[in-house]
């Protein structure tokens, strides 16, 4: 059974960092494209950030130049490194495979996800 644990999230002042991990089980994650995602209240759930199985990256228009994402393949584990956090980075963010077809086979789980909230 897959499982996708998100943790590093916090409460950080505008300007600050911060430094979230995957951790995921029951899906060998190195086989597929993997992603981070963040949902705010009140707006849809969106991609900010992808990573290939041969580890080229991606990233949302709002968060280039400020996060990076990784991978350790060998742990099965993603990270997503933050930086000069904005109050508009405030969401909770969750990590899952990019490819709608592969979530589909998962049954659109996710994770409980993590809280990133960024004061101004």
């Given at each position: 059974?897959?499982?996708f644990v998100e943790s590093g999230?916090?409460?950080?002042?505008?300007?600050?960092?911060l430094r979230l991990s995957c951790?995921?089980?029951?899906?060998?994650?190195?086989?597929?494209?993997?992603?981070?995602?963040?949902?705010?209240?009140?707006?849809?759930?969106?991609?900010?950030?992808?990573?290939?199985?041969?580890?080229?990256?991606?990233?949302?228009?709002?968060?280039?130049?400020?996060?990076?994402?990784?991978?350790?393949?060998?742990?099965?584990?993603?990270?997503?490194?933050?930086?000069?956090?904005?109050?508009?980075?405030?969401?909770?963010?969750?990590?899952?495979?990019?490819?709608?077809?592969?979530?589909?086979?998962?049954?659109?789980?996710?994770?409980?996800?993590?809280?990133?909230?960024?004061?101004?």
């Open positions: 059974q897959v499982q999230g916090g409460l950080v002042q505008a300007g600050g960092s951790a995921a089980s029951g899906m060998p994650s190195s086989l597929n494209d993997m992603g981070w995602y963040r949902q705010a209240p009140g707006k849809q759930r969106e991609l900010v950030a992808s990573i290939s199985k041969g580890g080229s990256t991606n990233y949302h228009d709002s968060v280039k130049g400020r996060f990076t994402i990784s991978r350790d393949n060998a742990k099965n584990e993603m990270y997503l490194q933050m930086n000069v956090l904005k109050p508009e980075d405030t969401a909770v963010y969750y990590c899952n495979a990019v490819s709608s077809f592969v979530r589909s086979l998962l049954h659109d789980y996710w994770g409980q996800g993590t809280q990133v909230t960024v004061s101004s």
